[in-house]
């Protein structure tokens, strides 16, 4: 390339970028501090919801990743279909179809990861100031994918007495749930509660969105119905919906994949494929050939009973030094599944905004309510993940945690 037509004698000047949009602005400095966790020195980060890295298959993927890349079908290297490899997609229709529920590849749209789910889903969805119905405490994923059509939150709570959201969802475009150990308070919706809520969906012809990363990681009793599988029952044949299910290999199998699927009916399928074209144009054809392999060697199957072993002894772990450390301090329940533990307030006076900056001096970092809250208020509970840290790290940063919380208390 020639430079000769370069001016020659220039002005030195700054640029002055324009500002950003305005949602940012409401952007929290907490997830700026989740960010910054990783690279501090002796930090114990149990505030994020990562998989515990020896636990990935790294061989077997290797090989299929390798075999993906040299097929002669280019697949892993051309530009994939917008709404995924007819292969894979056909996988996912077996994978999730039931004795009611005859899917098929018009039923799904492969995602790049659950999280683009959530995307698509807002932007196909809301107009600016629209109401979602949420179970509340929400996925903080959800609430900042949403932030630019700063939306209305109408709150479920289905553990309430008496649960019947369908006030909630009657102005709502969409409702939205994660009935498997929701993400932050790892609480599993009961199987009437998820009945409940499509009874007022069909009432109401409002939308459930029913996120599901955590569907397999069940450590103590066999999984409930799915709330897709519950609606099929009601509808059988052909799927028209009211429930949009979102799955994602990133807890199974690996989240650097970053492959996730939505399953629906066909109309709506086609439509959030249109809305995917605008965002990533097409998920990786070479994460997808090994999604691919990983369900049909029977890979994702293999691995689960080691993964769930794991995680049910670091719940434990997590659960005994939490009744340890922490009970002059916080409620909490022993969750069945997932991969979070909620810690209440019991003493009416930690505010978990101000413990999260106490508990970063001990060195240990935590995830506060607030930002599982819409409108940023709730200031009584943590989100203590148990997956990502050996037991006597988990144990060694409740300790930390609960002398932060002495320290706050006693200020
Ligand atoms: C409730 C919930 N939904 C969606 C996601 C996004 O998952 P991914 O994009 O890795 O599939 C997560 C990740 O932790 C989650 O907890």
Request: net charge negative; with cysteine; aromatic share 8%.
């Amino acid at each position: 390339m020639s430079y000769s037509a370069l001016k020659p004698d220039v002005e030195p000047v700054s640029f002055i970028p324009p500002r950003n949009a305005a949602w940012l602005d409401e952007t929290n400095e907490i997830t700026r501090m989740f960010l910054a966790a990783g690279s501090v020195p002796g930090m114990i980060n149990i505030a994020g919801g990562l998989p515990e890295s020896d636990l990935f298959p790294k061989q077997r993927l290797a090989k299929m990743a390798h075999d993906a890349m040299l097929d002669p079908a280019n697949e892993a290297l051309q530009y994939p279909p917008i709404d995924g490899l007819v292969r894979l997609r056909d996988c996912i229709a077996k994978r999730f179809s039931t004795e009611h529920l005859e899917l098929t590849r018009d039923n799904v749209l492969i995602l790049s990861g659950g999280m683009q789910g959530l995307d698509l889903i807002g932007k196909a969805l809301l107009d600016k100031g629209d109401t979602i119905a949420a179970q509340s405490p929400a996925y903080l994923g959800a609430i900042d994918a949403w932030k630019p059509r700063y939306p209305r939150y109408a709150t479920m709570f289905p553990s309430a007495n008496g649960f019947n959201p369908a006030d909630q969802m009657a102005d709502a475009k969409f409702a939205y749930t994660v009935p498997n150990f929701s993400n932050p308070t790892g609480k599993l919706v009961g199987t009437a509660q998820r009945e409940t809520m499509l009874d007022a969906a069909y009432e109401t012809g409002t939308w459930i969105l029913e996120d599901d990363p955590y569907g397999a990681l069940y450590y103590d009793h066999a999984p409930l119905p799915r709330m897709l599988d519950l609606a099929a029952r009601r509808d059988p044949g052909e799927y028209n919906g009211p429930v949009l299910y979102m799955g994602t290999l990133s807890k199974e199998v690996a989240p650097g994949l970053r492959v996730g699927w939505l399953i629906g009916p066909k109309p709506m399928i086609e439509t959030l494929a249109v809305v995917k074209q605008g965002s990533d144009m097409c998920t990786s054809g070479l994460s997808q050939l090994v999604a691919l392999q990983a369900f049909e060697s029977g890979l994702a199957d293999d691995i689960l009973p080691a993964i769930l072993e794991c995680y049910r002894h670091r719940r434990d772990a997590l659960f005994a030094a939490m009744e340890k450390h922490l009970t002059p301090y916080f409620d909490f329940e022993k969750p069945v599944g997932g991969m979070f533990i909620w810690a209440m307030d019991k003493t009416g006076r930690i505010d978990t905004d101000k413990l999260v900056h106490d508990a970063w001096a001990e060195k240990v970092c935590v995830s506060p309510s607030s930002v599982f809250d819409p409108q940023g208020d709730d200031k009584t509970s943590l989100r203590i993940n148990f997956t990502f840290n050996d037991p006597d790290v988990l144990d060694e940063g409740i300790k930390r945690l609960a002398s932060a919380c002495q320290k706050h208390l006693d200020q």
